[in-house]
């Protein structure tokens, strides 16, 4: 017998070390390829989180490991304040339940009186069947529904099925973001628990549409896939939105303005100037190839003194972003710096 490292006499011996060395570098040459290609797509996922390269990343690793938890003090804070909302409930009997398959997402309370917080995208108009299930078990059926059109969320008032079981329900309000945040770390109401998650940023969605001056497309984005409508906080408790798309977060900072006198609202708007744009934040404003500050203006839809394709650049002073328009949202006349075919102009807008 031939020891095993030699070829059999009848070989070529230079063939079978060429051949030999073949094996070695095409081994090398896969691992190397698949090193190259997973690294370039985290890379591409960190530059730029918002692409379909983040969307693909995602669904397959499911979550960037972290050992951390959202500390007891917060979660005993946030106990009884997450609801969960279903299309209907079934009867069998004496017996009714919801089932899984009917979920819509989670709610948050908003005002104790009984108006929660919630994002349903697909909502049609049609709540007459929904039921909403507490954490201790009462069911809940719905009142009212308003819908928020430019923000994504809705506002649902609740009232107990069994008002002897409703009566013992305490509703606990949340605390809502002001801004569109973007922590390092979020936690994510999960199967009764909150799951921790890197935060990878923020980033826009569908900007060139245009959108009213006092929304955003801003999103957060999240390094995991988790069930739509759930709820997203941040490490003291913060409610930041309601997951959309798998790892995106619908900001919740419209609930802010919203749930003031939601009671007497027929329907939810926001005190826009007239125009629908985009900020620079969500997608580059550019002028000579210079990136500037501002909101653009692509669409004029109201009565206005501004025109499509101007840049309002400064408002009461200061740089035109989102947080400092949004800031400025109970402002009734605001004086705003608009730039215009490359000449300055002040112009004074009335709400």
């Not at 939601?262 to 002028?287: A, C, H, Q, T």
Request: charged residues 20%; aromatic residues 10%; neutral net charge.
């Amino acid at each position: 017998m031939y020891p095993p490292h030699l070829p059999p006499p009848t070989c070529n011996v230079e063939q079978h070390r060429q051949w030999r060395r073949l094996k070695y570098i095409g081994v090398a040459t896969f691992f190397g390829l698949l090193a190259g290609v997973t690294g370039a797509a985290v890379a591409v996922a960190f530059i730029w989180p918002y692409s379909d390269v983040t969307t693909a990343i995602v669904s397959r690793i499911p979550r960037f490991e972290t050992s951390a938890k959202l500390n007891e003090e917060t979660a005993r804070l946030l106990a009884g304040t997450i609801f969960e909302v279903y299309e209907k409930s079934v009867m069998i009997g004496a017996v009714q339940y919801v089932a899984p398959q009917d979920r819509l997402g989670s709610a948050v309370v908003g005002v104790s009186a009984g108006w929660l917080v919630a994002s349903v995208p697909d909502f049609d108009g049609s709540f007459k069947d929904w039921r909403v299930l507490s954490e201790t078990g009462n069911l809940f059926q719905v009142e009212r529904v308003l819908p928020d059109h430019d923000m994504g969320l809705l506002y649902i008032k609740i009232k107990p099925l069994r008002p002897e079981a409703g009566s013992q329900e305490q509703l606990k309000v949340v605390q809502f973001a002001s801004t569109v945040a973007s922590p390092s770390l979020a936690f994510v109401r999960e199967s009764g628990g909150w799951m921790p998650v890197n935060v990878l940023g923020v980033a826009a969605g569908d900007v060139l549409a245009g959108h009213s001056d006092l929304t955003t497309a801003l999103r957060i984005i999240l390094g995991g896939r988790f069930r739509d409508g759930s709820v997203v906080v941040s490490s003291d408790g913060t409610v930041l939105g309601f997951v959309e798309d798998s790892n995106r977060v619908v900001p919740a900072l419209g609930a802010v303005s919203m749930l003031t006198g939601i009671e007497d609202r027929k329907s939810l708007s926001y005190p826009s100037i007239g125009v629908e744009g985009w900020f620079n934040e969500e997608w580059p404003i550019l002028i000579d190839s210079e990136r500037v500050d501002g909101f653009f203006v692509n669409r004029v839809v109201g009565k206005t003194p501004l025109k499509r394709g101007d840049i309002l650049s400064q408002v009461n002073g200061r740089p035109v972003t989102f947080q400092n328009w949004w800031s400025l949202r109970n402002e009734r006349e605001i004086t705003v710096e608009v730039l215009r075919q490359r000449q300055t102009i002040l112009i004074t807008l009335i709400r």
